[in-house]
């Protein structure tokens, strides 16, 4: 086929020999437009074609389907211009060849040509193929860098600029992409060079095909998206078999941040093969560049968000935390002043009431000591100056000094307080330091105490046999040991506050029961610090409390085969 045409589309000369078999004459065509007549299927991306072969005087080579009537023929062009004396070309000189196809009806036959393997297994009739073979072409004459994928780049890129929310840029590249290119099924899957799954957290679909969204996909079984991972750089498959959801060619592009991967973009072509042009991959790269750097702002911006509050909230619960702990030392040095006052202007009316008054002026001293001991604590804990000696401590010891500590404080509120050892033949010894478990033991016996007003206080050990490091020592075992009351216990939307610094359950029970707040997240970080962990259970408001840590063991004991309770303490 040869004929010649102007800028404007409109045929100067034509030729092609079998026309005629298809009742096309050359008469029918000079004179007339590509429009009106025999000519390309998509006229726009043809004359942008031709254009440029006018502006830049060099022959085009390329593929491009053109139809008359009910038929579509898909040649092999070579588009060139016609040069002349004068500096103006105006004019193309297009040969074409036509290209053997399974689908094109041959002239004057008048049947559908013998059926392609392909297209049978795929279930599509010859006519849909073909023409999905024509829009594919018609995609593939669009070049990297051409107008109409710079207009769609530009859409879609500002679309994603709109906004900072990660789930927003995913839907919206999908759907851009989706509709440009007018695919079976577009997901984007939010990824890191240490991923071993991707899941699909946004998705463009065509109806007819199976969702992919919310769907976990492992690396080591896709090993298109793994290749992409790696590799950074776009992967096409154009013909894989159908799977569970139906794809027959898939393209992946990562979507990367300072070559730091952030998802991945793939697309699916349901149904049916498709071969991905350099135009297509180009045009989705250069959008994934910029897919990646918005999800990157949108991840950087959320934990900004994040920052900003835990900031907020831990200013507002340190502002908290310093109002209730003024008063709370305020109250033992008022005391102080007060009693040793009463002293100094002789309102003692006896030796024995004089002792009395210096006795309470030294509980006072006592307690302010160690409300500052625990903020000095916490303090140190914060900053991470906070470091332990371990040593051995014997666990019968360890009971034995909380038992007579405690004692005063349970038969003044006649509770019960009973201790139960582990069932061991000989002495059950710790890995730990001694001052800082006794301190552990009397926060949490003490917070037992504090917050019961009936029944009473338990506590229990028991051996845990597991290999554990500590310090770069492998030692036997675990102790865990269990302090449980029958007090008011914790409401359980509360409990996740208890572990906080600076945080208290409930500032108005502060005041109501004193302290600073900070006994068990001291108790905490202390423990974790001896190589164990600490736990808080209560069923609700009203229904007691129980707290369980565990520390190392420094020698396996003898353990005896049925448990048996020894060194009860009961004080009623």
Not at 55 to 60: D, G, H, L, Y
Not at 158 to 184: E, K, P, Y
Not at 283 to 291: I, R, Y
Request: proline fraction near 5%; charge should be negative; hydrophobic fraction near 40%.
């Amino acid at each position: 086929m040869a004929f010649t045409q102007d800028a404007t589309g409109v045929y100067l000369s034509f030729y092609w020999q079998p026309a005629e078999g298809y009742g096309l004459l050359p008469e029918q065509v000079v004179g007339l437009t590509l429009s009106q007549t025999f000519g390309p299927v998509a006229l726009a991306p043809y004359m942008d074609r031709v254009r440029r072969v006018l502006q830049s005087r060099i022959p085009e080579r390329f593929n491009y389907p053109f139809r008359y009537a009910e038929q579509y023929f898909l040649f092999e062009l070579v588009v060139s211009p016609i040069l002349t004396s004068s500096s103006d070309v105006t004019a193309v000189l297009v040969m074409g060849r036509l290209l053997q196809s399974n689908h094109s009806t041959q002239p004057g036959s008048g049947t559908e040509p013998a059926g392609d393997p392909t297209v049978e297994a795929s279930g599509l009739e010859p006519q849909q193929k073909l023409l999905a073979e024509i829009v594919g072409s018609i995609r593939r004459t669009l070049p990297p860098g051409s107008e109409l994928y710079q207009k769609l780049l530009s859409k879609i890129a500002r679309n994603i600029r709109r906004t900072l929310d990660f789930q927003t840029i995913c839907q919206q590249t999908v759907n851009g992409l989706g509709q440009a290119l007018s695919l079976s099924r577009c997901i984007i899957c939010p990824c890191s060079s240490s991923s071993t799954s991707v899941r699909a957290v946004a998705e463009c679909l065509q109806e007819s095909f199976p969702s992919m969204l919310g769907l976990e996909l492992s690396l080591a079984d896709e090993p298109d998206l793994r290749k992409a991972l790696v590799t950074a750089e776009p992967i096409a498959f154009e013909q894989i078999p159908a799977g569970e959801f139906q794809q027959q060619s898939v393209l992946v592009v990562p979507a990367c941040y300072q070559d730091r991967p952030k998802a991945l973009i793939c697309l699916h072509q349901c149904g049916s093969s498709r071969s991905w042009s350099a135009a297509e991959i180009e045009f989705v790269w250069e959008l994934a560049d910029q897919v990646g750097t918005a999800l990157a702002h949108a991840t950087l911006y959320k934990e900004l968000q994040a920052a900003r509050e835990e900031a907020e909230e831990a200013s507002r619960l340190k502002s908290e935390f310093l109002a209730n702990t003024s008063h709370e030392l305020r109250t033992p040095l008022n005391g102080m002043i007060g009693f040793l006052k009463l002293i100094i202007d002789g309102m003692a009316d006896d030796p024995e009431e004089q002792e009395e008054f210096l006795r309470e002026a030294y509980r006072s001293a006592l307690h302010l000591l160690n409300l500052i001991n625990d903020v000095l604590d916490i303090a140190k804990i914060e900053a991470g100056k906070m470091h332990l000696e371990l040593g051995p401590v014997k666990l019968d010891e360890l009971f034995k000094d909380v038992g007579d500590l405690t004692q005063a404080q349970v038969q003044q509120k006649n509770l019960f307080f009973q201790v139960q050892k582990p069932g061991t033949y000989d002495e059950c010894i710790l890995f730990g330091n001694y001052q800082r478990l006794l301190q552990v033991m009397l926060n949490l016996v003490g917070n037992s105490i504090k917050f019961t007003h009936s029944g009473g206080v338990s506590v229990s050990a028991e051996v845990v046999r597991q290999k554990v490091i500590v310090q770069n020592r492998e030692l036997p075992g675990m102790v865990r040991v269990r302090v449980a009351d029958t007090g008011i216990g914790v409401p359980l939307e509360k409990q996740h506050r208890l572990f906080q610094s600076f945080s208290q359950v409930d500032s108005s029970r502060t005041r109501q029961y004193g302290g600073t707040g900070l006994g068990l997240a001291i108790s905490q970080k202390l423990v974790e610090a001896m190589g164990g962990s600490v736990h808080f259970y209560s069923m609700g408001e009203g229904l007691g409390s129980t707290v369980t840590f565990t520390v190392p063991l420094y020698q396996e004991p003898v353990i005896i085969c049925s448990p048996h309770t020894d060194a009860i303490d009961l004080f009623l």
